[in-house]
């Protein structure tokens, strides 16, 4: 089975712009969580889509929204980006949500914020 | 709020060395805690453990669970330079929770 993909790998934007990032889970997985990664906050938790429906969400502004698709691909969008989102973005699928399921990361997409 | 912290930061240990990194939580609805491995790419799963006391092993690498003191332990042995990384401990509840991480540098 091919691995999560996530898409671009790497991105650069100016602050006040806005950024949509892609996941593809892995085949037959339904749930896809995203996550926020910087050296200071180490990994924390966005939110979690589950079969088109967001099931969890963390501590994050409304800036950061995301979807997910009928094919459970899911995309992750930032509005009126701030310096303080650069960040490694990383998604990880699984095939239910479970805690009792692995959950697998994708490459993640780093994101700078000029 | 959910919490996980991992002791220490970072440690510097000589190849062959055995190693133990550290993960305390407070969580509710505890379901399970995970160990990944960070290089300098996604994490990379380790164990997951939900009963206290039942030691995971693969290789050199083990961990185990104490859910009354509300901790885990991940042990290395015989150190190598490929295990130098980023090691996350992870509490699942309604969602999963990261520590901070160890980085664990193995000098030759």
């Not at chain 2, 240990?13 to 133990?20: F, I, K, P």
Request: glycine share 8%; proline share 4%.
């Amino acid at each position: 089975k091919a691995g999560v993909t996530q898409t671009p790998r790497y991105l650069i934007k100016t602050r006040g712009q806005q950024v949509t990032l892609s996941c593809s889970p892995i085949s037959g997985h339904r749930s896809v969580s995203w996550y926020q990664q910087t050296p200071g906050q180490g990994l924390q938790f966005l939110f979690e889509y589950f079969s088109e429906t967001q099931r969890n969400k963390g501590n994050f502004p409304g800036r950061f929204s995301g979807r997910q698709f009928s094919n459970s691909r899911s995309e992750m969008n930032v509005s009126t980006l701030e310096l303080g989102d650069s960040a490694l973005y990383l998604c990880a699928s699984q095939a239910e949500g479970l805690a009792s399921e692995t959950q697998y990361f994708g490459p993640g997409t780093r994101l700078l914020v000029l | 709020e959910d919490k996980v912290v991992q002791s220490p930061l970072s440690l510097v240990v000589h190849e062959g060395d055995t190693v133990t990194l550290n993960c305390s939580y407070e969580v509710t609805n505890f379901r399970s805690l995970l160990w990944y491995k960070q290089e300098k790419k996604a994490p990379t799963f380790l164990f997951m453990l939900t009963s206290s006391g039942i030691e995971k092993k693969s290789g050199r690498l083990s961990s185990i669970l104490d859910k009354k003191e509300l901790f885990s332990i991940l042990n290395i042995t015989a150190t190598q330079t490929g295990d130098s990384a980023i090691y996350l401990c992870a509490v699942t509840s309604e969602k999963l929770t990261f520590g901070t991480g160890t980085r664990l540098t193995i000098i030759p």
